[in-house]
């Protein structure tokens, strides 16, 4: 249970890690635009 909590967690903030990356990726490209 405990290791299942921990790789749902990690998941849960490379999820959040790409979404971020996704975003700022976004307004350089509307920058450059």
Do not use: D, E, P, Q
């Not at 909590?5 to 920058?31: D, P």
């Amino acid at each position: 249970v405990i290791i299942y909590g921990v790789s749902f967690y990690v998941k849960l903030a490379l999820l959040k890690m790409l979404i971020h990356i996704k975003k700022r990726m976004n307004a350089i490209f509307n920058n450059t635009t």
